[in-house]
């Protein structure tokens, strides 16, 4: 597996490269919709339990759909799933900023999860492939830094 992924990609720095990105990323979600709780309560006339529910939503269809992204990791190329899962992320994403209401929020923060539950753990498979057993502490350290 590693050898086609590296021959997909390019070199092993490049896919960590990769791989480091899209932890970034994800961690960068999570951080930048609670730093903006009170514009989206002042644009949608929501409270704090509506804005907890975008969490909590994106939460559980991540939860639910990561068992998927194993079943399908073991039948189809973990490269293309995971960029399956990205697009939907960034385009559920993209159109939270653009969503004139919060049932249109929830839904997309719902469709995030969804594609956040085949990125996360498909990233953490290949970065496992990447390593041997004696780095593996120090590639998790720095894939989640």
């Given at each position: 597996a590693y050898e086609m992924l590296r021959s997909l990609v390019g070199s092993e720095m490049c896919i960590r490269d990769r791989l480091n990105l899209t932890a970034l990323v994800e961690a960068a979600d999570l951080t930048v919709l609670p730093a903006v709780f009170s514009e989206l309560s002042d644009d949608f006339g929501v409270g704090p339990s509506e804005l907890g529910a975008l969490a909590l939503m994106r939460g559980l269809t991540q939860a639910a759909a990561s068992p998927f992204s194993g079943i399908l990791a073991s039948q189809f190329?973990?490269?293309?799933?995971?960029?399956?899962?990205?697009?939907?992320?960034?385009?559920?994403?993209?159109?939270?900023?653009?969503?004139?209401?919060?049932?249109?929020?929830?839904?997309?923060?719902t469709i995030n999860g969804v594609g956040l539950g085949f990125v996360l753990p498909l990233i953490q498979s290949l970065n496992s492939d990447l390593h041997p057993p004696k780095r593996l502490g120090k590639s998790f350290g720095c894939l989640y830094m």
């Open positions: 190329d973990r490269v293309k799933l995971i960029a399956c899962g990205c697009f939907f992320w960034a385009a559920a994403t993209a159109g939270i900023g653009a969503s004139p209401n919060f049932a249109i929020v929830m839904l997309l923060r």
